[in-house]
């Protein structure tokens, strides 16, 4: 980037000015090494230059963000736990200042990826999912899943998986038993909610009377998508009565 920079004040500005592919690639680079710091430079640099961000650098500062709670106060990375991914980065990190959790950053660029025209994709809403998954919050886990739904967004097995996973994850409590139960409940309902979602996406209906997620509105080719991939990721997740009840 540098390089491109220097050449291009040498030689002719408008030839090596940097597009928002470059800028695209710093902000992987950035999300790849699990630095906010670096994705925020990034960011600043694309509005100094004038270049438009596009959904895919969106989607990896997003990421960028979402690594920096996994990485808060833990030299191990995202270990998806719940145990780090909850807590907001240091102050260098520069997350959204209003956000103290990885789903509430992902909230925070979800809602200024739609006020600059933008309509987030089915890997926009993985990473919203695993900030959820890192976050330990299921209720922000059902809302970014219905939230794809309604925008026409098919998830994927990887967005079943990371769902599945926050939701079948024990709550913290003395009896492992009650643990276990504690969990199966929770993944259960989960599962129900998900087929009332697409269920009722087909016929305009609502959220199944839970409370938790508002109705979708997705066509018969998202629905079936969706359901297909949910019935894969239940298998994967040694889940085989569910998949084949799914399918």
Same mark, same amino acid.
């Given at each position: 980037?540098?390089?491109?920079?220097?050449?291009?004040?040498?030689?002719?500005?408008?030839? %090596?000015?940097?597009?928002?592919?470059?800028? $695209?690639?710093?902000?992987?680079?950035?999300?790849?090494?699990?630095?906010?710091?670096?994705?925020?430079?990034? =960011?600043?640099?694309?509005?100094?230059?004038?270049?438009?961000?596009?959904?895919?650098? %969106?989607?990896?500062?997003?990421?960028?963000?979402? @690594?920096?709670? *996994?990485?808060?106060?833990?030299?191990? $990375?995202?270990?998806?736990?719940?145990?780090? $991914?909850?807590?907001?980065?240091?102050?260098?990190?520069?997350?959204?200042?209003?956000?103290?959790?990885?789903?509430?950053?992902?909230?925070?660029? /979800?809602?200024?990826?739609?006020?600059?025209?933008?309509?987030?994709?089915?890997?926009? %809403?993985?990473? #919203?999912?695993?900030?959820?998954?890192?976050?330990?919050?299921?209720?922000?886990?059902?809302? %970014?899943?219905?939230?794809?739904?309604?925008?026409?967004?098919?998830?994927?097995?990887? #967005?079943?998986?990371? =769902?599945?996973?926050?939701?079948?994850?024990?709550?913290?409590?003395?009896?492992?038993?009650?643990?276990?139960?504690?969990?199966?409940?929770? /993944?259960?309902?989960?599962? *129900?909610? +998900?087929?009332? =979602? +697409?269920? $009722?996406?087909?016929?305009?209906?609502?959220?199944?009377?839970?409370?938790?997620?508002?109705? @979708?509105? @997705?066509?018969?080719?998202?629905?079936?998508?969706?359901?297909?991939?949910?019935?894969?990721?239940?298998?994967?997740?040694?889940?085989?009565?569910?998949?084949?009840?799914?399918?």
């Amino acid at each position: 980037y540098r390089a491109m920079i220097e050449e291009g004040e040498r030689r002719s500005p408008l030839h %090596f000015a940097p597009g928002v592919e470059s800028y $695209g690639a710093l902000m992987h680079a950035a999300a790849r090494a699990a630095s906010p710091a670096d994705a925020e430079l990034v =960011l600043r640099a694309m509005r100094a230059a004038g270049v438009e961000a596009s959904v895919q650098v %969106f989607t990896s500062y997003m990421a960028a963000l979402v @690594a920096g709670y *996994g990485n808060s106060n833990s030299g191990s $990375g995202t270990n998806g736990n719940g145990a780090n $991914g909850s807590k907001r980065p240091s102050s260098s990190a520069s997350a959204p200042p209003s956000s103290s959790t990885a789903s509430e950053a992902a909230s925070a660029v /979800l809602a200024q990826m739609r006020a600059e025209g933008l309509s987030p994709t089915a890997v926009t %809403f993985g990473v #919203c999912l695993q900030a959820a998954e890192q976050s330990g919050d299921v209720g922000a886990a059902l809302r %970014f899943y219905s939230d794809a739904l309604r925008s026409g967004v098919a998830p994927t097995d990887e #967005c079943h998986s990371k =769902l599945l996973r926050v939701a079948g994850r024990p709550p913290s409590t003395p009896s492992k038993a009650l643990s276990r139960a504690s969990s199966e409940r929770t /993944l259960n309902e989960v599962v *129900g909610v +998900v087929r009332r =979602l +697409v269920a $009722g996406s087909h016929r305009g209906g609502g959220g199944g009377g839970t409370g938790r997620a508002p109705a @979708a509105t @997705a066509d018969p080719s998202v629905r079936d998508a969706t359901l297909n991939s949910l019935a894969r990721a239940l298998a994967s997740a040694g889940q085989l009565p569910r998949a084949s009840r799914t399918l």
